[in-house]
């Protein structure tokens, strides 16, 4: 079947929109296989998504089983060594993958949500609206991500509700800038235009035509963004700001390791490793997306 090739590079059918479909989620899985630095993310993050989603059945103990043998070293009975209550810490680290990546994901889908709604009403509607919305932007804008996550879990305390609802807050005016500058220049485009022009609504014209066509960059900055809320999460919790004592974490292993540091390193550096490749492979996946999504490269390509 041919894909319409109109002036207005219409898809005139659903089977069609099925095929264009398919043909971009085929071109991305060719560019991840032959960027090595994205393949190798894939996979680490594949292995990583697996723990946490089975965690329960892969954990060699509960992770908060304690036992005799504190502070011991790797081996075969543990692999990775205990902390220093006894507890395993390669179960630690399993089950510490489901909040980390929870906390990570859930969080940037809330500040993207929150974000693009502002910055779609911000730059579509300008005015009072652009306004308003634009200077909490900026004043949130004035302090560090971290700081902002900082003061709101101090405020509402800690826990994996408020911990998740801290980070997401404070990286909102990420998502709105963004969306507001797509914005702004998208409503100009001729085909906004017409819409407009043949008594479209606005709701109709920022839901089909506007939205649409800034997803790219906000998918882009949302892949990031799981990265850098992994490490807000493994930051916070380091500091004691993070979840419950009993429920491990990545950064909470870490804080809990670092007074041990010299005479037990495996209970600091296995969750430094784990966080460390789980950035990055999230890091080199979203430089593949980037480069998949870049406007210029693809018709360089054409």
């Known amino acids: 079947m041919q894909l319409a090739t109109d002036d207005a590079s219409r898809v005139d059918s659903p089977e069609d929109v099925s095929l264009l479909r398919r043909s971009r989620w085929t071109d991305w899985w060719l560019t991840v296989m032959h960027d090595k630095k994205a393949l190798a993310g894939l996979v680490i993050l594949a ?4 723990m946490g989603l089975f965690a329960p059945l892969i954990a060699p103990y509960d992770p908060n089983d304690m036992e005799y043998e504190m502070l011991a070293p790797p081996s075969r009975s543990h692999l990775l060594g205990t902390d220093d209550l006894g507890r395993d810490l390669l179960s630690r680290i399993i089950h510490g993958t489901r909040i980390s990546f929870f906390i990570g994901f859930t969080t940037v889908a809330l500040a993207l949500v929150s974000g693009v709604f502002l910055g779609l009403t911000a730059g579509y509607y300008g005015g009072w609206r652009d306004h308003l919305i634009m200077r909490y932007i900026d004043l949130q804008w004035a302090f560090p991500n971290f700081i902002i996550a900082v003061y709101m879990v101090a405020v509402f305390g800690t826990g994996i509700f408020n911990l998740t609802i801290a980070i997401s807050l404070a990286y909102v005016d990420d998502f709105a800038r963004l ?3 797509m914005v702004l ?7 906004v235009m017409a819409a407009r022009a043949m008594g479209a609504s606005n709701t109709r014209i920022m839901g089909t035509y506007v939205l649409p066509n800034a997803t790219a960059p906000l998918i882009v900055q949302a892949t990031v963004s ?3 809320a992994i490490l807000a999460e493994a930051a916070l919790s380091f500091l004691g700001l993070g ?5 491990p974490t990545w950064g909470l292993i870490l804080a ?10 495996w209970v600091g550096v296995f969750p430094g490793l784990a966080i460390m490749l789980t950035v990055l492979s999230i890091n080199f996946l979203g430089d593949a997306l980037r480069d998949f999504m870049d406007v210029r490269e693809t018709q360089d390509l054409m």
């Open 185 to 191: 220049t998208i409503k100009q485009e001729p085909y």
């Open 179 to 181: 969306a507001r500058g």
């Open 47 to 50: 292995v990583f998504v697996f």
């Open 256 to 265: 809990e390791g670092r007074s041990f540091i010299s005479r037990a390193w």
């Open 226 to 228: 799981v990265s850098y």
């Open 243 to 247: 979840v419950e004592s009993t429920t």
